[in-house]
């Protein structure tokens, strides 16, 4: 069981990206002013200022950030504090060369982009320190100061680090892991390819190969590695911090980005965890999204579900706000009248109680000089400061609900190890990828809302029971762990569905020699005796599910029944195994689970969700087109609607019982039309 988080906002409320440093000292009052006017009572500071507290090694200057604080104290701003690492300056790469990260040829990145450090360096371990200790010694008491962000987007540019400094953690990392090189040589299978090591010296982060094609089981324990690495510069720099701030203040990071065990960071590390959110991306210049099958801007919504299995009540520290794109890519249009709240709201709706939007004013110099803000080049109020000011005015009228809870019918079950197998393993991305993309799309168009649930190490029953169902879509890496914990779900009543390729490996991603779905066969009470891509020359495959025919996806795991409480709910209906079975669902104890052998699908999902009982379970309180989600968020009793219309064309909704509008405080029923990428958020009695 996981611990519950240290920080919760105590009610909604709004903030936004401010660079000091950026703009004349003579701006300054009157930003804040024009902020507050608007409904902006917090800025994020400093994540990007280092030679502004150390212009030159061992030479500390507070005055910048003293002076700026304290007209954020005259004016009542309060002020998240980031530690600047994600940035190192000129002098510290051209001294100490050595803490720059690399391509996988060993070329180092160098200066004048961002995140081109390695963690791992132990110089920029130490210079790291020095300035965190610093910089939280001097302004950690400030009374404007509520929080601290740590780095600025950790894993963000490149999640893969190849220099010296990472080779020697490595191999540091891989002997405490296993001891022996007859133990990491069996766990690597190294005798496949004479790939056998007799010194820790000969190990490597992984480099140039023909094919780029590395040994699988090395490149699984690396990315395990560059995670533990993450984890443990957050953890640095969040020890320090701890030493210094006020005990009400939080410490945070914004994410959330690849190759990073982001539980393990929040759980370590952090009192409350803030993401990053840009759905302006679906209509980046280089996207279609008029022919996308994936929900375009509404699939941050996914993301959102993931920051929330990290943590329940979350921030944004960056919202976007304006079009997004630097002068070298990500061109995309401005955000059409109505988004920036429709943005907002489906972060709100997801759990979100803090928004803090990206930025102030956009930049007029640097890369970012195309990644717009709330103001433009021009300082002129414009319509994106009257849409905040709305957004302002819709917080403080739903604000009673801070805190409250996402309500999902079901859950999507991800661990970190399927998640990293699949990078590497083209096999596991294909169905993986797609199966989870379709999961989500059947969840959003069907108005069945979900969770990602995680398993990890300390995950405990009682947390999975909290979801009636969960879909583990391809769990190919098993453990013994992870299979007990399932298999006391199901005996006390949960529904577990699982789709192909099951059980196929081990932890080291080694194919395991027993049948299918290997640790979880006593489970299923099912064998796969052979399986299949669906080819480019075949036609689509079905399955014959209660007189219907319902397709099975891109991958086929032939099933047969081994035990007394199985039974065949459908069998493929063509290709070469047609009459087999496709799908078995099996009784254990209080529950039962259903090993299907295909990949997920949004319309074989709708069929799942069906027919385990959870599909749309807020029929009753409102009719709702496919163009929109629903979610619901509940506190204290107290039942929160919303309604999101991510279409260009008005919606209409039928609310079948009476609600109240949060906004007005109206009782209403019956039709109601929401504008193009209008929301609602509604009170049910």
């Not at 400030?142 to 740590?150: A, E, F, N, S």
């Not at 943590?311 to 988004?339: D, L, V, Y």
């Not at 917080?395 to 801070?402: K, L, Q, S, Y």
Request: glycine share 6%.
């Amino acid at each position: 069981m996981r611990n519950t988080q240290n920080f919760k906002w105590d009610g909604l409320s709004l903030g936004t990206c401010y660079y000091p440093e950026h703009w004349d000292e003579s701006l300054w009052r009157e930003d804040l002013q024009r902020m507050k006017a608007n409904g902006i009572f917090t800025i994020r500071i400093a994540e990007f200022a280092w030679s502004k507290i150390e212009p030159r090694e061992g030479e500390f200057t507070f005055g910048f950030f003293d002076s700026f604080l304290d007209v954020a104290e005259e004016e009542g701003m309060k002020v998240i504090f980031g530690t600047p690492t994600a940035t190192p300056p000129a002098w510290l790469t051209r001294k100490y060369p050595e803490v720059l990260n690399c391509r996988l040829d060993g070329t180092p990145f160098r200066h004048g982009m961002r995140r081109h450090y390695n963690y791992n360096s132990p110089v920029y371990q130490k210079l790291c320190a020095v300035i965190v200790e610093k910089a939280a010694e001097h302004y950690g008491q400030r009374p404007c100061i509520v929080g601290w962000q740590i780095d600025n987007e950790i894993n963000c540019e490149v999640d893969v680090f190849y220099s010296e400094s990472d080779t020697a953690a490595f191999r540091i990392f891989l002997k405490e892991k296993y001891q022996t090189l007859d133990a990491l040589n069996r766990a690597w299978g190294t005798v496949f390819w004479n790939q056998t090591y007799t010194e820790w010296e000969e190990i490597y982060v992984p480099r140039p190969t023909v094919h780029d094609s590395t040994n699988p089981h090395q490149v699984l324990d690396y990315t395990r590695f560059v995670s533990e690495s993450a984890v443990r510069f957050c953890r640095l720099q969040s020890d320090i911090i701890r030493k210094y701030k006020k005990p009400q203040d939080f410490i945070t990071t914004n994410g959330m980005f690849g190759n990073l065990d982001n539980h393990k960071m929040q759980d370590e590390c952090l009192d409350v965890y803030t993401y990053d959110s840009y759905p302006n991306f679906a209509y980046c210049l280089c996207e279609d999204p008029k022919h996308s099958d994936d929900l375009n801007d509404r699939k941050w919504s996914r993301n959102l579900a993931e920051v929330r299995s990290i943590c329940p009540h979350f921030g944004i520290m960056e919202q976007q706000s304006g079009a997004n794109g630097w002068n070298t890519r990500m061109e995309a249009p401005a955000p059409k009248p109505g988004q920036m709240m429709l943005w907002a709201m489906q972060s709100i709706a997801h759990g979100a109680d803090y928004v803090s939007f990206f930025r102030w004013r956009t930049a007029v110099m640097g890369t970012e000089i195309y990644w717009h803000g709330i103001l433009d080049y021009d300082n002129r109020d414009n319509r994106k400061l009257s849409e905040l000011n709305r957004i302002w005015k819709r917080t403080e009228a739903i604000n009673e609900m801070a805190g409250a809870k996402y309500q999902a019918a079901f859950g999507l079950v991800r661990d970190y190890d399927n998640i990293w197998d699949a990078q590497l393993d083209a096999w596991h991305m294909r169905f993986a990828k797609k199966s989870e993309k379709e999961i989500f799309t059947a969840s959003q168009i069907n108005h069945t809302p979900m969770d990602m649930v995680y398993l990890l190490e300390g995950t405990d029953v009682e947390e999975l029971l909290a979801y009636p169902v969960l879909i583990y879509p391809h769990p190919l890496i098993l453990t013994e762990r992870r299979a007990e914990v399932l298999k006391q779900y199901v005996e006390a009543g949960g529904c577990l569905i699982l789709g192909c390729r099951t059980g196929q490996k081990d932890e080291t991603g080694k194919c395991v020699m027993q049948p299918m779905p290997g640790l979880l066969r006593s489970l299923t009470q099912t064998d796969v005796k052979e399986y299949t891509f669906v080819g480019p020359a075949d036609d689509a495959v079905y399955m014959e599910w209660e007189d219907k025919q319902v397709e099975t996806g891109l991958f086929n795991d032939i099933l047969a029944v081994t035990g007394p409480d199985a039974r065949v709910l459908a069998k493929y209906s063509s290709n070469y195994y047609e009459g087999r079975p496709a799908l078995v669902e099996t009784a254990c104890g209080k529950g039962k689970v259903l090993h299907f052998g295909g990949t997920f699908t949004r319309d074989n999902v709708k069929r799942f969700l069906d027919h385990t009982g959870v599909l749309e379970p807020f029929e009753e309180l409102a009719e709702v087109p496919k163009a929109c989600e629903i979610a619901m968020r509940v506190k204290e009793g107290r039942k929160y609607l919303f309604v999101l219309n991510y279409d260009k064309e008005p919606q209409k909704i039928v609310l079948k019982v009476p609600v109240m509008d949060m906004d007005t405080k109206d009782e209403v029923q019956g039709s109601v039309m929401l504008n193009a990428y209008g929301t609602k958020v509604y009170r049910i009695f």
